[in-house]
């Protein structure tokens, strides 16, 4: 059976096996540990600015403060009401 979604933990609870697929092909298949251990966990974010001033600077990190923070409590969320 082949079920499609576009998150790990997702793949990782239902599945033995997971496969990445890129433009149509299949790039890697193998355990959730298998891919983990290859590409690591988590995101990277990498911004490029052309105005590096401390109030933008600022502004950005506050965005992004706020962002994580919120995307952290969405996750627990989803988890307390997983668990329950």
């Known amino acids: 059976m082949i079920l499609t979604t576009h998150y ?4 990782e609870a239902l599945g033995d ?11 890697v298949c193998g355990s959730a540990l298998f891919l983990k251990n290859k ?13 590096k001033s401390q109030t933008q600077m600022s502004k950005l ?3 992004l403060d706020s962002y994580q923070r919120k995307a ?13």
């Open 72 to 84: 952290f409590e969405e996750r627990k969320e989803e988890t307390d009401l997983r668990s329950s």
């Open 17 to 27: 096996r997971i496969g990445i697929m890129s433009k149509g092909q299949l790039k």
């Open 61 to 63: 990190e506050n965005f």
């Open 8 to 11: 790990m933990d997702e793949a």
């Open 39 to 51: 590409y690591g966990l988590g995101t990277l974010l990498e911004i490029s600015m052309k105005d």
